[in-house]
């Protein structure tokens, strides 16, 4: 029986955990590259929280020779409020930036040889 309440009584908070909260986004100079993201939240130390999982990148415009349509990798997210600090790995290139969850925001980021680069992260629905 003791069991049983415990496990009544723990099982709200591991489900916080476990649900997927979506991440979507723009990346490039005219917005071209639109970005999804299913995250899961998990434990984080301080007062803020952590989400991580699996990104895609879908180019909505014509693309240039040899560019991809469509690229995929993971993004690891710690946020405190609005803010947020961003590890992407994206095929071979990986980065590291900080911004605001916003439409309306961008940050520069530089991964891999490329140029520094806009990109707008915020949460699909104004979730969270």
Known sequence: MLKLCLASALLPLLSSFAAATELTGRYGFLGEWEIEASLTERPAEGRGREFAGDL????????????????????????????????????????????????????????????????????????K
């Open 56 to 127: 895609t990148m879908r180019h909505t415009a014509v693309c240039g020779p040899g560019e991809k349509p469509v690229k995929a990798g993971n993004i690891t997210l710690a946020v405190r409020r609005d803010r947020y600090s961003a590890k992407l790995r994206l095929e071979d290139a990986e980065c590291r930036f900080d911004g605001t969850l916003s439409d309306e925001k961008v940050v520069f980021i530089k991964c891999g040889g490329e140029q520094s680069i806009p990109i707008r992260l915020w949460w699909k629905d104004g979730a």
